[in-house]
């Protein structure tokens, strides 16, 4: 069955960088996009982009522009969410998910990170 | 941006109740719409896909319904692990929004 594996959780600095991976399994990790979505502490959900494995096209949301890289490795299926310049407003979980035509139908188990000094 | 407005932010019901939660789309996204269930401590998991497709393995009693900027979810009687939050979430454009969610508590 589909099943997305992330990263740990992680505390990083204001200023820094953080980078989350999510590995696939159970699909042909090429044929679907990756969707990024966050949820900070109490709040709602965020799409913040997609990537597709197959050609490394991406798309992602205004806010996080110049902040966000999204990246595969397709050796290894597994897709790469870094996100620089950290403040304490980026504190949230961060999940992959499999996107199929805009319906993320798979998740990942989410990766918290907080922002902290 | 396509902004979602869902309603109510809280609900609170019974077992065996029917609860009807609504999602609005600030211009039209025809039926590009999904709903998720988010359970806390979990990741959210897809339950209707393109408005009103009932995702492989979510009951019956959980429904879908609309078109262009008004749409529903209705679940027919409440079940003990159907209290959760919900959200709906456009894939028409991108970025793809999201509600504001809809925490469904046992009264």
């Known amino acids: 069955q589909v099943q997305l594996v992330q990263s740990g959780a992680d505390v990083r600095r204001p200023g820094a960088s953080v980078k989350v991976s999510c590995k696939a399994s159970g699909y042909s990790f090429t044929k679907y996009t990756l969707s990024w979505v966050r949820q900070a502490p109490g709040q709602g959900l965020e799409w913040m982009g997609w990537i597709n494995p197959y050609n490394d096209n991406t798309e992602s949301a205004q806010k996080f522009q110049g902040r966000l890289t999204m990246t595969t490795d397709t050796s290894t299926d597994t897709a790469y969410m870094e996100l620089t310049n950290l403040t304490s407003d980026d504190t949230a979980v961060y999940y992959c998910?499999?996107?199929?035509?805009?319906?993320?139908?798979?998740w990942g188990p989410g990766t918290l990170f907080t922002v902290s000094s | 941006d396509i902004q979602m407005t869902q309603s109510p932010s809280s609900l609170s019901a019974s077992v065996g109740d029917r609860v009807t939660i609504t999602c609005r789309a600030s211009e039209t996204i025809s039926n590009n719409l999904n709903w998720y269930q988010q359970k806390p401590g979990k990741a959210p998991s897809l339950l209707i896909a393109?408005?009103?497709s009932l995702q492989r393995g979510v009951p019956s009693r959980f429904r879908g319904s609309g078109s262009g900027t008004d749409f529903t979810l209705s679940i027919s009687s409440l079940q003990p692990e159907d209290f959760a939050t919900y959200y709906c979430?456009?894939?028409?454009?991108?970025?793809?929004?999201f509600g504001q969610g809809t925490r469904l508590q046992i009264k």
């Open positions: 998910a499999r996107d199929v035509s805009g319906s993320l139908d798979s």
């Open positions: 979430q456009q894939n028409s454009s991108t970025p793809r929004t």
């Open positions: 393109t408005s009103s």
